[in-house]
């Protein structure tokens, strides 16, 4: 009986946090669908012009940890968003639209 219980008790656990991960993509998601490719690709180009400002306000419609954003591909702005488990929230942004990813490591 003992061990049933633990071993619900780890489901339990387990499930809580794939939860959890999963409101924190909807964070991501909800933010992908508010910002546009240009708001985002615009306030990159100012932080590498050494004006974080413009970048400092898309990570805070975001009430993740931040992780970082690298440009891909030549006009595509990643923004990583550290969430629960160690998992990484990447939003993905390209002229053509804005994705999210789910990804272990961070």
């Not at 240009?38 to 975001?62: F, G, Y």
């Not at 891909?72 to 550290?82: D, I, N, W």
């Amino acid at each position: 009986m003992v061990l049933g219980a633990a071993a619900l008790a780890a489901n339990s656990s387990s499930a809580n946090a794939d939860n959890r991960v999963r409101r924190d993509r909807k964070l991501v998601e909800a933010a992908a669908h508010q910002l546009s490719y240009q708001a985002i690709s615009d306030a990159w180009a100012q932080s590498n012009a050494a004006n974080p400002a413009p970048l400092e306000t898309l990570k805070s419609a975001v009430p993740l940890r931040w992780v970082g954003a690298h440009e891909q591909a030549g006009s595509v702005v990643v923004l990583t968003f550290g969430a629960h488990r160690a998992t990484c929230i990447d939003l993905i942004s390209s002229p053509f639209a804005n994705t999210v990813r789910t990804r272990p490591g961070c």
